[in-house]
């Protein structure tokens, strides 16, 4: 019995010592210049698909857990779901009905990410295309940018060719305003003429 014991012993003990070595290596981390978010050259300039994914995106504004909720649940416009906890979302429906939603809420941050997403997008777009495309992107950029400001008070302004450790500048409502007006009153006249097609 006390053989098997420090058999057992012996062979932990070793397996022990075994780990520790293989596991007390010197990590010399090869820290890189930051990433850069290089938009497309002109071989690789954006097509019209890149244009058609930011259309798709308008899709989403209408849907049950996207703008839509966040601007009409929260004034009373939309009636939420009132029976037993499993159909408000555990309480989901109820912080935005009662304003009681903080920084984690599910809606709040899924909108966010899916809009300031949208409006790098057509920021990207609207400084690498040329012509027709970068006129409807900036014409898309303004919408998303209004949506933006309009829900949570803040848009941020990022350039597409910066690097990624540098901030992006962030305007109030009248600044988000001033900017949307002078980029639709420079695209409007680009933009072709409306067709009853």
Request: charged share 15%.
């Amino acid at each position: 019995m006390k053989t098997i014991f420090r058999n057992r012993i012996t062979v932990f003990l070793t397996l022990a010592v075994i780990l520790s070595v293989a596991s007390c290596t010197r990590l010399k981390e090869d820290l890189r210049d930051p990433l850069y978010l290089n938009p497309p050259t002109t071989a690789g300039a954006p097509s019209p698909s890149s244009l058609s994914s930011v259309y798709n995106q308008l899709n989403q504004l209408p849907g049950q857990y996207g703008w839509h909720a966040m601007s009409e649940h929260t004034t009373d416009e939309l009636l939420g779901p009132t029976r037993g906890t499993d159909w408000d979302d555990f309480g989901t429906w109820r912080k935005l009905h009662l304003h009681t939603w903080d920084g984690s809420h599910n809606q709040v941050n899924d909108v966010w990410n899916g809009l300031n997403g949208a409006l790098f997008q057509t920021t990207l777009l609207a400084e690498t295309a040329t012509g027709q495309t970068q006129a409807e992107a900036k014409f898309l950029r303004a919408y998303f940018t209004y949506i933006v400001a309009d829900l949570y008070g803040q848009v941020q302004h990022r350039v597409a060719t910066a690097t990624v450790d540098v901030l992006p500048d962030v305007y109030t409502r009248s600044q988000a305003c001033d900017a949307i007006i002078a980029e639709l009153q420079a695209v409007i006249p680009v933009l072709p003429a409306y067709t009853h097609a």
